[in-house]
């Protein structure tokens, strides 16, 4: 029997196809596999896409009958039943499973132990893992509104800084060069964007050589900060007390996560790019 885990969000998806108790991963490292959301994304081309990288590099997942989906956008029965539909133009005859993105991040991270379970990569989600069921008390408010300390949300902030002029002059050349960013150029990406939040994000990754200047610090602190005051609002000190992160950001970010986490009373046990191993740990361990 073949099995198939998908772990979807908005901007990228893995995989792993379970064949005898063997899992091969994709995408390799250094390559990008499509993102889906099923509450704005394009359905039908996602599916084309991801079956012709299938087709052209393990044509036997597409004989998968039975497939786990974990996704983003994926946390209402509507949005699960929609998701399913679009993977059903890949695996028309398979058995498909589809759960929120942070069980999947609870199943993959947290090994059965309760904790507040957190994604930080083009967008935020949290939820308390009981060991069993999520509690999910926080409203998701998507990128607009909300998504405090993601990738849209610090990349956001960025440009504001930067048209505003709040940023060293030095420090903002060091970033966007001498000639950037472009205001129109900007506003033109993000307004016009099939997925503004993914244009967004993609600043924030302008950071990343730039750890060690003050001004990069403090954005990134004061996101960082902005989201505890949030979690804190919704959780109890208790549910807070271990915390089991994924995605981009927090990974990237992880050691000024872990110091911010930590002045709040929350230990940063786990961080991982994302939760593909681990719900390949626990799908082996179930079909054994």
């Known amino acids: ?25 994709w995408p390799l490292k250094g390559d990008r596999w ?10 039908a081309e996602f599916a084309r896409s991801v079956q012709e990288l299938f087709q052209g590099l393990q044509q036997d997942a597409l004989d998968a009958t039975v497939i786990h989906i974990y996704g983003a956008g994926c946390g209402t029965q509507e949005r699960q039943q929609r998701m399913e539909r679009t993977l059903h133009l890949i695996w028309p005859k398979a058995e498909i499973h589809v759960e929120t993105d942070l069980m999947g991040a609870a199943i993959g991270l947290c090994d059965g132990d309760p ?7 083009t967008g935020m989600n949290a939820g308390y893992f009981d060991g069993h069921r999520l509690h999910r008390p ?15 949300d610090i990349g956001r902030h960025l440009l504001q800084d ?11 050349e060091r970033i966007f060069g001498g000639d950037g960013p472009v205001l129109s150029d900007v506003l033109a990406r993000v307004h016009r964007a099939a997925h503004p939040a993914r244009e967004l994000a993609a600043y924030t990754a302008l950071l990343a050589p730039h750890l060690t200047e003050h001004y990069v610090q403090d954005l990134i602190q004061s996101r960082f900060h902005a989201l ?4 804190w609002r919704f959780f109890s000190p208790e549910q807070l007390a271990t915390l089991y992160a994924t995605g981009s950001v927090a990974y990237g970010f992880r ?7 930590l002045e709040r009373g929350m230990t940063l046990k786990v961080v991982e790019p994302d939760p593909l191993p681990g719900l390949v740990r626990y799908h082996l361990q179930r079909v054994r």
């Open 255 to 261: 050691e000024v996560l872990a110091d911010r986490a």
């Open 162 to 172: 930067a048209f505003y002029g709040r940023i060293p002059k030095e420090v903002h």
């Open 1 to 25: 029997m073949v099995q198939v885990i998908g772990e979807i969000g908005g901007t990228s998806s893995r995989w792993a196809v379970l064949t005898n108790g063997v899992a091969r991963t």
């Open 34 to 43: 499509p993102g889906h959301n099923p509450v704005s994304g394009d359905g």
């Open 115 to 121: 904790g507040l379970v957190l994604i930080l990569g």
């Open 138 to 152: 926080m409203p998701s408010l998507g990128y607009l509104l909300g998504d405090e300390a993601s990738g849209a």
């Open 228 to 231: 505890a005051d949030l979690l």
